[in-house]
């Protein structure tokens, strides 16, 4: 299979949220200025239409309207990484045939949610994405969200057995787990930390970057500390790592992105409304956020 000749991912992406505005609709002009922010503060790779964009609460309609308005307004300046995934195999298999995607530079798919593939059935599931595209795939593991945990052994299969599945993004917080996939990988698989607070260890154990939420908000002091984690100034990115070491916790107590999108709103960026089911973080959180800033 030939593969497409697409820009690299590396070092700090972000997985944008989606501004919604008073009335819950998608604040394209917001989404203007997020992307405009990120490339202004060095983030190295945008993630569109991930879990944090609250893709399961936007149309179909709306998710192309999205994908259109961050790539239009990214220009080609960073590498894009679409989210593009589900618990369907053959539903993603017909979008990825039938869809144009010449606008992006990856997908990045997530392991199937709630019917709880086994480790077989995620195999066969990501070789079916794999055959259906031409794209690098980043394989996504969040064990949080999906019920189920994707093993090493599975990840590192993968990776063998199919050039254009890439790298994973690993969320599964197990540090042991990720580790093993780092000794292990083939020559040219990247692996991501999903999780911005272990994202420091992470890279001095030599994963390749993070799929940022923390981001989001605060993109040039996170992309400063991952870029000189990545050049082994690892004192000086521990010093930001500390100040950030509240904030990581704090932007997950009343789930993602209900956190990172108050502390946006904060930061003046956007407004702090989500869609049902997800509400905004309590005030009680928020007051911690703002102690923070």
């Known amino acids: 299979m030939k593969i497409m000749e697409k820009k690299d991912l590396y070092g700090m992406g972000v997985a944008l949220v989606t501004p919604f505005d008073a009335t819950g609709e998608v604040d394209y002009e917001a989404l203007d200025r997020l992307v405009d922010y990120q490339i202004a503060s060095h983030t190295d790779f945008l993630c569109v239409l991930g879990t944090t964009a609250e893709t399961p609460t936007l149309s179909e309609e709306e998710k192309c309207a999205v994908r259109k308005a961050v790539v239009e307004r990214n220009a080609g300046r960073l590498p894009i990484l679409l989210g593009y995934g589900g618990n369907c195999t053959r539903s993603i298999v017909k979008q990825l045939s039938g869809d144009r995607l010449d606008d992006v530079d990856a997908i990045l798919s997530v392991v199937p949610y709630y019917n709880k593939p086994t480790q077989a059935g995620m195999y066969a599931h990501f070789k079916a994405i794999s055959e259906a595209t031409d794209l690098p795939i980043i394989l996504y593991n969040v064990p949080g969200r999906t019920g189920v945990n994707m093993l090493p052994e599975t990840t590192l299969r993968l990776a063998s057995d199919f050039k254009n599945v890439v790298g994973v993004k690993e969320a599964s917080g197990n540090i042991e787990q990720i580790e093993y996939i780092l000794r292990h990988r083939p020559e040219g698989f990247k692996v991501f930390s999903g999780d911005d607070g272990i994202t420091l260890p992470l890279i ?37 790592d500390k100040r950030f070491a509240e904030l ?27 869609r049902l089911p997800l509400v905004p973080a309590t005030q009680a959180t928020r007051d911690k956020i703002a102690a923070q800033l």
């Open 204 to 240: 001095k154990s030599g994963a390749d970057g993070v799929i940022s939420v923390l981001g989001n908000a605060y993109a040039a002091e996170f992309a400063e500390l991952v870029h000189l984690a990545q050049a082994a100034d690892f004192a000086a990115a521990e010093a930001i």
């Open 248 to 274: 990581y916790k704090l932007l997950f107590v009343d789930g993602n992105p209900a956190g990172v999108k108050c502390l946006m709103e904060l930061r003046g960026m956007l407004q702090d409304v989500l």
